[in-house]
């Protein structure tokens, strides 16, 4: 059984980061395209940042040079780091794998005061 575990959301001030976590059981993340969505209420949840299974990166243009996506094979984990937080970031985020199947975590809200 494959399961998506976030964690790492909460309250932040304008100005601050956070780091989300994705830790990953029942599947191999090495190799595997992975990613982090967000949705807002009454929105599409849209891609915020991915690791291809060839290695190559994308981020939505709204936060490029903000944030960084990672993973660590050797922890099962990918995680996404978020710097320069603006109000607009506020949404649930989830993460996401590929593995055949797509996976989705339960996700983490992440809210930023102005």
């Known amino acids: 059984q494959v399961q998506l575990v976030e964690s790492g959301g909460g309250l932040v001030q304008a100005g601050g980061s956070l780091r989300l976590s994705c830790a990953v059981s029942?599947?191999?993340?090495?190799?595997?395209?992975i990613g982090w969505y967000r949705q807002t209420p009454g929105k599409q949840r849209e891609l915020v940042a991915a690791?291809?299974?060839?290695?190559?990166?994308h981020y939505a243009d709204s936060v490029k040079g903000r944030f960084t996506i990672s993973r660590d094979n050797a922890k099962n984990t990918m995680y996404l780091q978020m710097n320069s937080l603006e109000p607009e970031d506020t949404a649930v985020y989830y993460c996401q794998l590929q593995w055949g199947y797509v996976y989705w975590g339960q996700g983490t809200q992440v809210t930023v005061s102005s």
């Open positions: 690791i291809r299974s060839v290695g190559t990166m």
């Open positions: 029942g599947a191999t993340l090495g190799g595997n395209t």
